[in-house]
């Protein structure tokens, strides 16, 4: 691989690198880097970093392939997204010749170990897998794209010579990414840092610790196959009926409506045996139950795992509306409930793995502070458990301390977020400081400019109107009251702005929003605008002031004023007075996924939520991804054709990069005429 291009940490090239890096800097010279997602490993995409040696680290872009391409959880190469990024480069000033460094989110030549050494170690149960050209994360008929980089690249960016790229391990980017932007000082108190992954180039699990600034690893698993990633993607999918990264949030959501005590609940104890609990924190696979270290999508079970679960759906029976679980079928279908608590029953064995390896993880560094980490850490509720597990009476008796766990999980904790860990960890090995602490996410491509939004809209079927402007506060203030005002007569509207959002969650930039005090939003959220299960949350959006007031926010989220609510990866159990109050937003175990929105991240949906106080009495709105089956909508075009498919939508405001506001709505035989009326009364109200 090295022949090819791929240079490894501790290569002459790559410490080359680092050393001209590191001399830039100190020359106080600005160091640009990008992290690449390549072919054939799930969610490619690339990143664009600036750093200073004043500075640290500053995120550019983090554009993800999915959004420009259209195809989720793409394992393509990322051409679309390169092309953004350079457009980005040349827009600020620079060129392709600036970029120092290209770093990669996997390490290439460790993984292929590790792919060879797994084979071996499971013969000869393993030599299926070697038959097998799609797994969670990988696509075989790519993998030899990606070995092909450096030059298709090359050929992209019209340089002569192929780009030499330098690999970073996977769980490592996660890592130090995820630390550098969190709230946590750094200090004499120790931070813990856990990767939870379906996989990395090396294991599933990783263990770090962090003191005054400096990172050492702990830990590594050395196993692709003991993985709760992996534990929980494959149940989720053959219990649930999705494909694997579609099946994990589903899943997790049906759970609410299982049976969640484990005393009680009839599958939480055998399926428990799935997973063997070492000393240590250990996490190891049953191979006497479990099947998928061999044989992950056809015969994923042995035959004593199917005595406990039945029998699997297979990969053509996955999203056959016959085989998927919907929680609408619990009073008319007989087996739902039981599938049901199947999933609360995976949930609850999870939950029991996470804390088994974070009560070790903390025992042996004495941290109280965890960074939470990995495509596993977009289990929010987990992560709430978390909190709830680690709390003042385990400090107690564990560190004899009075303490209780702070945690911290990044708005992108799985693979989208390793091109900024690459690019990250990179900056850090050349000297450079870590960076400022994460507030938001609004990251992924650029803001839109006025002619794009215009041309987009420019069709038949479309109406639309400019209808203000937000550069000002007045302007913005305006928008956001016709916001609230539609919403508040039950309108459901997306809001399209700036930048999108880095990861997998909408935060107000590709956001859909309604009235979380209307009870019948979530059926006609779920059945006529996203056209999805009913066991889909709908989240909370919602000033740090109603948040409180809602929700109990746990002390052990609250650094920097409650970070750790700021992104939708960690529940949060709600008061009595929300479910008859907020009903659209509180699942069904009575927790939401909260978001909080703060003034200075996010002006026009601040402002939309506090006018949204005014109209209804609650600073707190619907939020849910401005998508339609498919990846969240990119560029102004996606905007407009997701409208299109979606029957139950009213309106989409697009905000320009200079600040025009233009709104867009079904047009011809399919206009409501709901737009226009919110709006003539809502100028008439004005004057």
Request: aromatic letters at 8%; glycine letters at 8%; proline letters at 5%.
């Amino acid at each position: 691989m090295g022949a090819a291009g791929f240079h490894q940490l501790g290569s002459a090239f790559a410490d080359a690198r680092i050393a001209h890096v590191r001399d830039k800097l100190a020359r106080g010279e600005t160091v640009y880097l990008a992290g690449l997602g390549a072919p054939g490993t799930h969610n490619s995409g690339l990143a664009l970093v600036e750093v200073t040696q004043a500075g640290g680290p500053r995120l550019i872009v983090n554009n993800e392939e999915e959004r420009f391409s259209g195809n989720k959880h793409t394992t393509e190469y990322p051409k679309l997204s390169i092309d953004a990024a350079v457009a980005t480069l040349r827009d600020i000033g620079r060129d392709i010749g600036d970029i120092d460094a290209w770093l990669t989110s996997w390490d290439y030549p460790t993984l292929a170990g590790t792919l060879a050494r797994s084979v071996l170690e499971e013969l000869p149960q393993s030599l299926k897998l070697l038959r097998t050209t799609e797994a969670a994360g990988f696509d075989g008929r790519r993998l030899d794209q990606m070995t092909r980089t450096p030059k298709i690249l090359a050929r992209q960016l019209g340089l002569a010579e192929r780009v030499p790229l330098i690999c970073l391990p996977h769980h490592d980017n996660h890592a130090w990414f995820s630390y550098a932007a969190s709230p946590f000082a750094d200090d004499d108190e120790p931070t813990a840092i856990a990767v939870l992954d379906g996989t990395g180039d090396q294991g599933s699990i990783s263990l770090y610790v962090v003191k005054r600034g400096a990172m050492r690893r702990l830990y590594c698993n050395d196993s692709m196959f003991d993985s709760l990633g992996a534990f929980y993607s494959v149940i989720s999918s053959t219990q649930g009926g999705w494909t694997w990264l579609s099946c994990e949030g589903r899943y997790m959501g049906a759970a609410a409506w299982g049976e969640m005590n484990r005393a009680s609940n009839p599958y939480y104890a055998r399926l428990r045996d799935v997973l063997h609990f070492g000393a240590n924190g250990e996490i190891r696979l049953n191979r006497a139950l479990a099947n998928w270290y061999c044989d992950p999508f056809d015969h994923p079970y042995k035959q004593a795992l199917s005595e406990i679960l039945g029998e699997p759906l297979r990969p053509n029976q996955l999203w056959n509306p016959d085989a998927v679980l919907r929680v609408e079928d619990i009073h008319h279908r007989p087996d739902t409930k039981d599938r049901l608590d199947k999933a609360a029953a995976t949930q609850l064995v999870f939950e029991d793995a996470m804390i088994h390896v974070v009560d070790h993880l903390l025992r042996m560094t004495g941290a109280n502070r965890l960074v939470l980490t990995g495509g596993v850490a977009l289990n929010a509720v987990g992560n709430m458990r978390l909190l709830e597990h680690f709390e003042q009476a385990w400090f107690a008796s564990a560190q004899q301390r009075n303490a209780r766990l702070h945690l911290w999980v990044p708005p992108v904790p799985g693979d989208p977020g390793v091109t900024i860990g690459a690019a990250w960890l990179f900056a850090h090995l050349a000297g450079a400081p870590r960076g400022v602490p994460m507030t938001h996410a609004f990251y992924c491509g650029t803001p839109p400019t006025q002619n794009d939004i215009v041309h987009a809209v420019t069709a038949d079927d479309i109406a639309s109107q400019e209808i203000g402007d937000i550069s000002r506060s007045e302007g913005r203030d305006a928008i956001a009251d016709l916001m609230a005002y539609m919403v508040a007569q039950n309108g459901v509207i997306a809001l399209y702005q700036g930048a999108a959002e880095t990861g997998p969650r909408a935060l107000g930039h590709r956001s859909i929003l309604a009235n979380p005090c209307d009870p019948a939003v979530r059926e006609l959220l779920n059945a006529r605008v996203k056209y999805r299960e009913a066991i889909r949350p709908l989240a909370p959006m919602a000033t740090l002031e109603a948040a409180r007031e809602y929700f109990e926010l746990l002390p052990g989220a609250s650094d920097a004023d409650y970070n750790a609510y700021n992104y939708m990866v960690l529940t949060a159990h709600s008061k009595p007075l929300a479910r008859e109050k907020i009903p659209a937003v509180i699942h069904a175990d009575g927790t939401g996924r909260i978001q909080i929105v703060r003034a200075g991240d996010d002006p026009l949906t601040y402002a939309y939520l506090k006018a949204l106080g005014r109209q209804i009495g609650v600073e707190l709105s619907v939020n849910t991804s401005f998508n339609v089956a498919g990846p969240i909508a990119q560029t102004p075009q996606q905007a407009i054709d997701t409208l299109r498919r979606s029957k139950g939508l009213d309106v989409v405001v697009l905000v320009a990069g200079d600040g025009t506001v233009t709104a867009a709505w079904h047009g011809g035989e399919r206009d409501s005429g709901r737009f226009t009326g919110w709006y003539a009364q809502w100028k008439a109200c004005r004057a």
